[in-house]
């Protein structure tokens, strides 16, 4: 039997790095299967200031990349000299924690003299979802981003709407701040809403009755600030299970919206909201085709990037120079 070194139809090993933020990410793939993952989280170190510190991001990425890189080819069962290529996340996020992984990922490839992959971190977030073929809807919600896409084929990608102000997964975490959840609270604020009433408070349902794909959650978190003003003894689970109500229903009426208004078929949700429960239940209930990561992919890792890296590589998809390739704080993911 072939170990996991060897070669299976031709599909190269592929080391994956993302550093876009404040998690430091390297997984190992071949083709659609991740043979590794391994995520050093900094939570712990941002915690204390209540969000990410990027000048403690970078320094932070840098003294432990090179051993979650050994952690991940160790997990994989694999050596160097096995990989047939590196792929890192070059955009978007903070530019100098990109820098770190972009620039691990460059000299790495340099000195294996193998193909280096510059990877779009949403485009990693829709890989890992996994097995799913376009065309189809890409509804990504993280901490940075809530926006639907639609990925017509790989690499031709079309943006149908976003949030006009802050992004599902920050709305999530400034609400779990209120509540005294800490930061990133998003988890901790789905775990407390499932002992809560969701229908105990009145929240209002934001862009209510605007036909478009945006979506708007900054006025949701304010009313929630003011509700906790008005009514300091709501239970803290009934306010967190009434605003992560109205929040999903927010992603899944654009994400239906948009898959009527298209016509396609298939829904890709991605991004660290789509380890949220309800959201799942909910788009299972509403009957819509829809392929979510496994949770361990959910959130940022770089084996989503490996998974990118190597559907660019089988597909051709690589920029002329990729060792020039710089980071990109704000890269879109159309045309990228
Ligand atoms: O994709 P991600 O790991 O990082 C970004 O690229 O932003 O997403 C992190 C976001 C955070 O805002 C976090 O609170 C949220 O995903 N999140 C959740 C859950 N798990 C993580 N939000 C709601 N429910 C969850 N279970
Ligand atoms: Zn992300």
Not at 129 to 138: T, W
Request: include cysteine; glycine fraction near 14%.
């Amino acid at each position: 039997m072939p170990g996991p070194a060897e070669s299976k139809g031709g599909a190269p090993l592929v080391l994956g790095i993302d550093t876009s933020c404040d998690d430091t990410g390297v997984g190992v793939a071949r083709g659609p299967v991740v043979l590794a993952n391994v995520v050093e989280s900094q939570t712990a170190l941002h915690a204390r200031f209540g969000g990410v510190m990027p000048e403690l991001a970078s320094r932070e990425h840098l003294e432990v990349i090179a051993d979650v890189a050994q952690r991940a080819l160790a997990e994989a069962g694999v050596t160097l000299a096995d990989l047939g290529a590196v792929a890192a996340t070059r955009g978007p996020g903070l530019v100098g924690a990109l820098l770190v992984g972009l620039s691990y990922g460059k000299a790495l490839a340099w000195g294996l003299g193998v193909p280096f992959v510059p990877v779009h971190h949403l485009e990693g977030h829709l890989a890992a979802a996994g097995g799913a073929e376009p065309p189809f809807i890409a509804l990504l919600a993280s901490g940075g981003h809530t926006a639907l896409f639609a990925v017509h084929a790989w690499g031709q990608v079309e943006e149908l709407g976003r949030s006009r102000d802050d992004a599902a997964g920050e709305a999530f975490d400034k609400v779990a701040r209120l509540l005294g959840l800490g930061y990133p609270g998003g988890a901790a604020l789905a775990q407390l809403a499932a002992t809560g009433d969701d229908q105990a408070l009145s929240l209002p349902q934001p862009m209510q009755g605007h036909k478009g794909l945006d979506f708007s959650f900054s006025g949701l978190k304010t009313a929630v600030a003011l509700l906790l003003e008005r009514q300091p003894d709501a239970r803290p689970a009934d306010v967190a299970a009434s605003f992560e109500r109205v929040v999903v229903t927010s992603l899944v009426n654009g994400a239906a919206r948009a898959l009527s208004q298209t016509g396609m078929q298939r829904l890709v949700v991605a991004g660290g909201v789509a380890a949220n429960a309800r959201l799942r239940r909910e788009f299972a209930a509403a009957g819509i085709d829809v392929a979510f990561p496994p949770p361990a992919l959910a959130t940022d890792n770089g084996a989503m990037i490996a998974l990118a890296g190597g559907q660019r590589l089988a597909s051709g998809r690589l920029p002329p120079a990729p060792f020039t390739a710089d980071a990109e704080p704000y890269l879109p993911l159309v045309g990228a």
